[in-house]
């Protein structure tokens, strides 16, 4: 009996390091991602200050975003959402089971396809172009130039989708091998062409600056794939041509693939059906795009950089049966999103008019634009935590190899927002079709959190809860002095000194705020928090 006993002691001891080790593996690498994501969110604002300069909300405005929509939403269907989700799992299991041989065979023979099939989409892409701006923008189609512009725009960037869909691949082989900095860091490269591209072009040429910023996209597209190139190689990974498409594995990433493709990109879905019901609405296409653009600050640094990151550790638990392990990673990435995304939430519902005033209006954008982009601010940020959250929840499903389940209840999120849209922008305007979203996120999320939690068949929900009470105490703190603070500025004037002092005030201050009520609460993400940047602190108990 003792014996027994002892043994149950050292497999639970053991369990409990490995569990800790991911959780250290993971908190490494979404530091990692994370930084990276916070400096290209960064040059992302600039892009758009710059664009909103020299486009501001007009028709040349809504035409570059659908066109960059498409490309875009084609990046999270085939790239991070579908490559990632079938790929990674399939490859981390080869190379635990097969070795390195093996796992780099595989990277070469799916590299070999998807650059195939990738060369396909893009040739159909480009011929179809007016049919896709006519599902996409059916608003558009009474505006004949509007029309057109956006259709050439759509075919001088739809190349980007295979340069970007085997950046994917690369990061997926590299952040399986524990190396995240080189695919993090291929979207400054994108931000800092675009940047580049519309200044240069439009200041000293005289290029129309949505031209400039659509061919800088693609050019930024070449440049993110030469980026991985030799730390694949400094890897171990040559990718020569291989076509032994008749691979069993091969068969297996497609059969993962096709679900992930719908369910992995549900946001970027459900954004697109917000455009297309936006394109009804004048202005509310850049409207939203600009709101978008700054939920995705919280959205990509914290919850797109963690459910990056765990991806592979969570993969390596479900391939060793290790579902205990894999139910702890999943309750440690909600609870470490939470700590961020609810406090940025707060803040971006308190400080949306005062945020979006200071990062574009100036040039073409207008204090007018400035409300009504504020406005579907404070409806897509209702959602952020939904959104954050199923980066991880369906990051567990892709982890089990299960890309079918997330499939079908994002199809019930489509609907839902579909539905949603429709009846909220008679009375809502963007605002509705922001809120709509929100409310898709959150069926999504909710439907797939009850089913995996039947699925692992335990949770530790009684610690959670209590972690996720204490972070929306603290928060809720900071909240009310970013209220008051937020009053000292003079909004409709736009960047000015005054402004700018405030916001950068409230954004710091309540950062301190909210950083000393919780060390005040005793969040226990304040640990893993301190864990990033180096700092170790002194556990109780």
């Known amino acids: 009996m003792s014996e027994n006993s002892s043994s149950s002691q050292a497999l639970l001891s053991r369990t409990s390091k490995e569990t800790m080790s991911e959780q250290k593996a993971t908190t490494r690498a979404a530091g990692v991602v994370g930084m990276w994501t916070a400096l290209s969110r960064v040059l992302g604002f600039v892009r758009d200050m710059v664009t909103a300069f020299f486009l501001g909300a007009g028709p040349g405005a809504e035409a570059f975003f659908i066109a960059f929509r498409i490309p875009n939403l084609l990046r999270r269907l085939f790239a991070e959402g579908a490559l990632s989700a079938a ?8 190379l635990h089971h097969e070795g390195g041989a093996g796992a780099e065979r595989l990277a070469r023979i799916v590299f070999t396809f998807a650059a195939i099939v990738l060369a396909l989409v893009t040739f159909i892409g480009i011929i179809l172009s007016p049919w896709i701006v006519n599902v996409t923008a059916p608003g558009f189609v009474e505006d004949a130039s509007k ?16 340069f970007i869909s085997l950046v994917a691949l690369a990061s997926g082989v590299l952040n399986s091998m524990g190396h995240f900095s080189a695919p993090a860091a291929a979207p400054v490269l994108l931000n800092i062409t675009m940047i580049a591209g519309v200044v240069i072009f439009t200041t000293f040429f005289g290029a129309e600056p ?34 032994s498409f008749r691979h069993p594995l091969l068969r297996k990433i497609g059969v993962l693939f096709v679900p992930a493709a719908l369910s992995g990109a549900v946001y970027q879905i459900n954004v697109l059906i917000g455009s297309m019901l936006a394109s009804m609405i004048p ?21 797109i950089a963690l459910g990056t990151a765990s991806l592979p550790s969570m993969s390596r638990q479900a391939s060793n049966g290790d579902l205990s392990g894999l139910t702890h990673s999943v309750a440690f990435g909600l609870r470490l999103i939470a700590f ?14 005062p945020i979006i005033s200071i990062l574009f209006q100036r040039g073409a954008f207008s204090y007018a634009d400035s409300v009504q982009t504020a406005y579907a601010l404070r409806w897509y940020t209702i959602g952020l935590w939904a959104f ?13 190899k299960d890309t079918r389940t997330p499939l079908w209840v994002s199809v019930g999120a489509v609907a839902v927002n579909l539905v949603a849209g429709l009846l909220l922008m008679r009375s809502m305007s963007q605002g509705g079709l922001a809120l709509a979203t929100s409310l898709a996120a959150a069926f999504n999320l909710l439907v797939l959190f009850a089913i995996l939690l ?16 204490r972070v929306c105490a603290a928060s809720t703190v900071m909240g009310i002095a970013l209220a008051y603070g937020r009053t000292f500025g003079q909004w409709p004037q736009g960047l000015n000194k005054l402004n700018g002092l405030v916001l950068a005030a409230c954004i710091f201050g309540g950062l301190a705020i909210f950083a000393l009520s919780a060390l005040l609460l005793r969040c226990p993400e304040i640990s893993s928090f301190l864990a990033l940047a180096g700092i170790k602190r002194k556990e109780k108990g």
């Open 340 to 353: 961020f995304i609810i406090p940025a939430s707060v803040a971006l519902v308190v400080l949306d008019e």
């Open 454 to 469: 039947k699925r692992l068949g335990t949770f530790p929900s009684a610690h959670f809860a209590g972690s996720i009470g």
């Open 147 to 162: 029309f057109e512009l956006t259709v050439k725009l759509t075919r001088i960037m739809f190349p980007y989708i295979f």
């Open 283 to 303: 202005g509310g296409v850049s409207w939203l795009w600009y709101a978008d653009r700054v939920v995705e600050l919280p959205l990509g640094v914290f919850a």
């Open 87 to 94: 790929f990674v799992p399939t490859y981390v299991d080869t």
């Open 388 to 400: 954050s959250g199923l980066k991880v929840v369906t990051q567990a499903f892709f982890s089990l």
């Open 210 to 243: 949505y031209y400039a910023l659509s061919w800088g996209v693609v050019i930024a597209g070449v440049f993110q794939l030469m980026l991985q190139v030799p730390f694949m190689i400094r890897a171990g990974v040559k990718l020569r041509p291989d076509f």
